[in-house]
């Protein structure tokens, strides 16, 4: 007879994880402590907001999961659902604050969230110093947001272009114009500031 190690939760996969939640409310704790810090991060990473208003957002985000638990498609990753359910509290946030355009000002509450700047956003065939990352999150957040939303998720959350498609609903094309023009802009933009990159 094999001996079948039974898997632990952090073994387990997202799919594995929402079938399973099906029969066990306790799984859905295994989904909020898998995705809690890297959402808590990109929405603070696309709003520029305090820590408490994003957790208020995050709430609002594991409340839709929940509820909408029963619409998930598994032929699409989990991650770009959950994404694409964070991506629309993020727009009804902005919405219901009215904001047309975020803070200019970059303090030290952003340092935990641009803490390093992943080489893959290496723009020109330039790196970008450890000193630079100030000048990359005013520039991010003086960005157009349908240009920031597509960089922060391909260079900093690390999603290939479907996966961007998926979650923004909009074409894989339109995905990579996006990040073309959005590097671009945010050379410019850096430029601007006096640094070049």
Known sequence: MRNIKKKTKEDL????????????????????????????????????????????????IFIKVYRNMNSYNPKYKFSSWIYRIAHNEAVS??????????????????????????????????????????????????????YREVLILRFFEEKEYNEISEILHIPSGTVASLINRGKEKLKILMEKDGRNI
């Open 13 to 60: 996969s997202d799919i594995e994880i929402v079938n399973l939640l099906k029969e066990d409310i306790d799984m859905y704790a295994v989904l909020i402590e898998r995705y809690e810090k890297q959402l808590m991060v990109y929405i603070r990473r696309i709003l520029f907001v305090s820590v408490e208003d994003a957790e208020d957002i995050l709430q609002e």
């Open 93 to 146: 946030y902005l919405r219901s604050k009215k904001r047309k355009q975020l803070s200019k000002n970059v303090s030290s509450v952003e340092d935990d969230i641009f803490d390093k700047i992943p080489s893959d956003i290496d723009i020109e065939g330039e790196y970008i110093k450890k000193d630079s990352i100030k000048t990359v999150a005013q520039a991010l957040k003086n960005l157009d947001s349908k």
